[in-house]
């Protein structure tokens, strides 16, 4: 009886080692993958199997040794080799399920996908970094980039189940475009159904032709800065390519796009365009695109490098510690200059509010490629003064001057809304506006310090600025207490 009861035991034990070794197998090829939260939770759901079969073991070695006194010391061993195994696949797996769970929350968070696999790899020799794909809103003109992203990384990978491929699809997607699957129930059968009403409702080839062909067509006038020329020529080759991908023959499209994008360059950079056409094109060729682009990114360079010197020049001014704060009358009898003493703070830096970027509101071009409503939204929610687009009044307290350039009224040009009334320029009448002058004239007074050239002291004394003066005076007292034995014409100006 304890013959036949030793040996079901030595099965058992026999059992539970092949357990573990294909546990150990099963882990070295999840090693350096990149598990999914469905293969985590299976991973997991095994581990506790292993360790409930640990105590199992425990168990049935325990009854071994109590039937097999004579060879207890070989049974110690082997009890030693069989419980290190355990704990070599149970530290194996939480190591990988503790990686893979880290990774996939640090992915989610960020709304980036990695979906790499192991034979790739090594392949490449070193892991590659972590895919961002960007959310989709239903705007017709990011269609194209976020189809082609999201199908290489999700749609088309087989590794990944429907239902994930669902979740995924509901995490990337936002405004209009969520509205098309909202009705779907999240299931692994709807996922098929969800990506073809999405595909059905965005891949409308005209639709997305129009759109990019309205975004060339729709270009505002640019200012001549490096920043402005630089998106210009992102904004046409970004829309090219994509009506390149929609099939369209772009390739014959250069005279037309040329003529069509430097109708919207200010004067200065237009006449810029028509030397380095007489310089570097065939005077019987027409210019390419390629030679147009040339020229915008050269012009740019030179924009930013321009700019880059004056503000140098600038930041070395305002930062110089020996400044004075007080208006200094030289050598130079028909100037003075003004310089700042005291602690010196440098310059505020300009930031725009839309972008966060250093150029002024009005110069950002990604507030400048949106329409007008976008625009007027934008200003509305950030609470920008419509005239001067800046914060902290609203368009009724601006004192900012100037005038919408399209229709003279109050705002900025940016936010004007085309009217029927301001489309004729020719049937506007002009209106002149004029005061009844007054027999007295209010002149501006300023506190000025003048040095003393005697005792090199300064002293301070009010100057009364009288702009259509032709002459400059100075009171006796003033020249006594400078000692002054002669009158100096400083500026146009009355010092009393």
Known sequence: MEENNYKCLNLKRASIKGRVTKFNNQLEVLKGQMLDQTQINVLKQRLAKIEALFVEFDSVQDSIEALDEKGLSAELDNRENVEQSFYNSIAEAQNIISKCSTTNVSSSEQGNVTLIDKDDQEVIGFRLPVIKI?????????????????????????????????HYLNSYLEGEAARVICNLEVSEINYPEAWDLLCKRYNNTRQLINNHLKSLFNIEPLRETDKSLRFLADH??????????????????????????????????????????????????????????????????????VYRSKHDKTSKLHTNPNQSTKYNLVSNPRSFVSSERGDSSSPRSIKCVFCNKDHRNYECPEFQSKSIDDRLTIVTDLKLCRNCLHRGHYQNACKMPGTCKKCKRRHNTLLHIPTESHTNDNNSVPITLSTVSSSETLLCTALVDIINPATSEFVTTKALLDSGSQSSFITEALTAKLNLTFYIPIFKMLLV
């Open 134 to 166: 960007s959310k989709f809103d239903g705007t017709f003109n990011k269609w194209l980039e976020f189809r082609d992203t999201f199908s290489s990384l999700i749609h088309n990978n087989s590794k990944i189940n429907n239902i994930h491929k669902f």
């Open 236 to 305: 046409v080759i970004k829309n090219l390519r994509a009506l390149n991908t929609l099939k369209q023959p772009t390739e014959h499209w250069d005279t037309l796009v040329v003529h069509m994008v430097s109708s919207k360059l200010d004067s200065n950079t237009r006449f810029k365009w028509e030397e380095y056409i007489q310089s570097n094109v065939n005077v019987l060729e027409v210019p390419s695109l390629e030679n147009f682009m040339t020229f915008i990114k050269g012009r740019a360079d030179i924009l930013e490098s």
